[in-house]
């Protein structure tokens, strides 16, 4: 069984990371997992649940007993992805009569693939009571490029002023036209009962297979909804272990620091992990204990070789689309990945009968970070950074293989499952 198909549709139902977290729930719900309120009684009874908080969302399953050797088995990733987001202050009105949105930039975003692409918008609108609603727009907004009549160097280097060169277009003669009056209108909350906003500009274009055996992936927000959606798959088929409480977490804010209270370098994780254990009787130091035989696989998308910039690899790593999920490593522990977390993540594989690939960046191209090294700071698990290939990272429409998708769910589901 291939999860291709559900893999387009979980893109397509999650533009925003208060989406992804939500269709995410909706589909744990489906599957048996009970909503938890982290405001009542944490459940003890052995069963299947799940949190959401804001744009976060951790799931985990307590089995019918739980053995005095158990651990947490912990599969982390991230729903954010590098976009726009909507000022506070949201309509411009050009001298001309342009109507457009003031953008706010989120993340690394490689900006000029956002160029000359049909926008929507997508996010939460929240009432006078601090209730989010989720809003999603159609083709909405576009950021046109300058033709290049007027500008003759533009093949030779495009430099572009996110403040000036970056406002999407989303009506003309008309200086009333409103997007606040319009978002509300989607969600059916009367304009002036809206107290705040947390909206995103995303690519309308939906999810699409493409190649000569349709064999890759072409979307907005695999990174990381590519590892959200691996964990998710895999924790739905995962049974219960009285060796294992399997953990889903995915974070929001990864690609902004994750300092927030929904983010990585937060207490959301710690929240969910001592409440859990405290539910199953761990408390005081049997909790430190528990955390002692725990793990955590971090898994966000890394770099595949580009055929056309060769060069800015390491010579002698060179991991590939569809050649398997990709095992993170940085000298400088910007990733995770050591001796001990290497062996685990290399036994799971093995148990799932999947190769995997070596990544470490060029020395003259510093590579990013995660929420593997965060994650493994402030709680203390072991911790291992892994991640599917991409092309184009960061652009507004990236690109991964079937097959390394495919692979990480056969490698999550045998560590949710017990495989350590």
């Known amino acids: 069984m291939t999860h291709t198909a559900n893999y387009l549709d979980y893109l397509n139902a999650s533009p925003s990371p208060f989406h992804a977290a939500h269709e995410a729930g909706r589909q744990l719900a489906e599957a048996g997992f009970v909503e938890v309120d982290e405001r009542q009684q944490w459940p003890s009874e052995p069963g299947s649940y799940f949190l959401i908080r804001s744009g976060a969302l951790a799931a985990w399953i307590i089995p019918p007993q739980v053995s005095q050797t158990a651990g947490f088995a912990i599969f982390g990733s991230h729903t954010d992805s590098p976009c726009f987001k909507l000022k506070p202050t949201p309509d411009h009105l050009s001298p001309d009569g342009w109507g457009q949105l003031a953008v706010e930039v989120y993340g690394g975003m490689i900006w000029n693939s956002w160029l000359d692409r049909e926008l929507a918008l997508a996010g939460a609108l929240y009432d006078r009571s601090g209730q989010a609603h989720l809003v999603r727009t159609g083709p909405l907004a576009r950021i046109p490029q300058l033709a290049i009549h007027l500008d003759r160097t533009v093949n030779e280097g495009l430099k572009l002023n996110p403040q000036q060169h970056l406002r999407p277009v989303w009506t003309v003669d008309q200086p009333t036209a409103s997007i606040g009056a319009l978002l509300a209108e989607a969600t059916g909350l009367p304009e002036e009962e809206v107290a705040s906003a947390d909206i995103f500009l995303v690519p309308s274009q939906g999810a699409a297979l493409f190649g000569d055996r349709e064999q890759f992936v072409a979307a907005g927000r695999q990174d990381n909804l590519s590892s959200v959606f691996a964990g998710l798959t895999a924790l739905k088929a995962t049974a219960p272990n009285p060796e294992v409480i399997p953990v889903l977490v995915a974070f929001d804010h990864e690609e902004i620091g994750s300092a927030t209270r929904t983010g ?120 291992v950074d892994v991640g599917i290939p991409l092309l184009s990272m960061h652009s507004a429409r990236e690109m991964s293989h079937v097959a390394d998708e495919e692979a990480l769910i056969q490698v999550a589901t045998a560590y949710l499952n017990g495989n350590r």
């Not at 990945?337 to 594989?349: D, K, N």
């Open 264 to 383: 990585a370098a937060g207490p959301f994780l710690e929240d969910v992990l001592r409440r859990t254990a405290g539910a199953v009787g761990a408390t005081g130091d049997q909790f430190w204990q528990l955390m002692a035989r725990s793990s955590c696989i971090s898994a966000d998308a890394g770099h595949s070789v580009h055929p056309n910039y060769a060069q800015l690899h390491d010579d002698d790593t060179r991991p590939l689309l569809g050649r398997g999920p990709l095992l993170k490593i940085n000298a400088n522990q910007r990733y995770a990945s050591e001796g001990q977390g290497i062996s685990l993540w290399h036994r799971v594989c093995a148990a799932a009968g999947v190769e995997s690939q070596d990544f470490v960046s060029n020395n003259a191209v510093p590579c990013g970070s995660t929420i593997g090294p965060i994650t493994a700071t402030r709680l203390g698990l072991l911790t």
